[in-house]
T-cell receptor, first 110, second 115 residues
Framework: SQQGEEDPQALSIQEGENATMNCSYKTSINNLQWYRQNSGRGLVHLILIRSNEREKHSGRLRVTLDTSKKSSSLLITASRAADTASYFCATERGAQKLVFGQGTRLTINP | GAVVSQHPSWVICKSGTSVKIECRSLDFQATTMFWYRQFPKQSLMLMATSNEGSKATYEQGVEKDKFLINHASLTLSTLTVTSAHPEDSSFYIC???????????FGEGSRLTVL
């Protein structure tokens, strides 16, 4: 079963604005990953944050992790139309088996 | 980065027929591959773990006789949907674990439509 929950389920913002997506999980983790999926396509790995990390940056992406609250957030700064996609958080249920959150559908309006 | 190829990208078949989907790691060896299923506007659900040279491990609730998995080489895993029915229509995505790092790479997915 999926253990991750994400909010919002859908987010629509103007180009140039920042987008924040949240993810909650239920069990203890070693790491948490974020993926992007363009419509009808496969997954692209964005960033991995380990359980002993609180924040990680990659380009316009900023991920935070709060293990005490079992939650993570993904911030995309200065959004672009090309950022329109679904974003999923994922945790490992042992041996590389990923459990995905429900995802956030992000729409960037030009 | 490493590339995982799925074929076909999309397939339409009649109810009752079987459909085979291939997942290939193009430039690396993958002892382990994973098959996921995704319904429209929903998340990915792990179906099974494909192990080279041994039987696949299926998740609870996934019928192994319905979804046959074969991982005959270090670069190829196949998923066969047997006697497909309209409720099997879905987006099937594979991922491959690159040796020795264990980094996962996803295929582009295969959309199955059963009429």
């Amino acid at each position: 079963s999926q253990q991750g929950e994400e909010d919002p389920q859908a987010l629509s913002i103007q180009e140039g604005e920042n987008a924040t997506m949240n993810c909650s999980y239920k069990t203890s983790i070693n790491n948490l990953q974020w993926y992007r999926q363009n419509s009808g396509r496969g997954l692209v790995h964005l960033i991995l944050i380990r359980s002993n990390e609180r924040e990680k940056h990659s380009g316009r992406l900023r991920v935070t992790l709060d293990t005490s609250k079992k939650s993570s957030s993904l911030l995309i700064t200065a959004s672009r139309a090309a950022d329109t996609a679904s974003y999923f958080c994922a945790t490992e249920r042992g041996a590389q088996k990923l459990v995905f959150g429900q995802g956030t559908r992000l729409t960037i309006n030009p | 980065g490493a590339v995982v190829s799925q074929h076909p990208s999309w397939v339409i078949c009649k109810s009752g027929t079987s459909v085979k989907i291939e997942c290939r790691s193009l430039d690396f060896q993958a002892t382990t591959m994973f098959w996921y299923r995704q319904f429209p506007k929903q998340s990915l659900m792990l179906m099974a773990t494909s192990n080279e040279g041994s039987k696949a491990t299926y998740e609870q609730g996934v019928e192994k006789d319905k979804f046959l998995i074969n991982h005959a080489s270090l670069t190829l895993s196949t998923l066969t949907v047997t006697s497909a029915h309209p409720e099997d229509s879905s987006f099937y995505i594979c991922s491959a674990s690159q040796e020795p790092t264990g980094e996962l790479f996803f295929g582009e997915g295969s959309r199955l439509t059963v009429l």
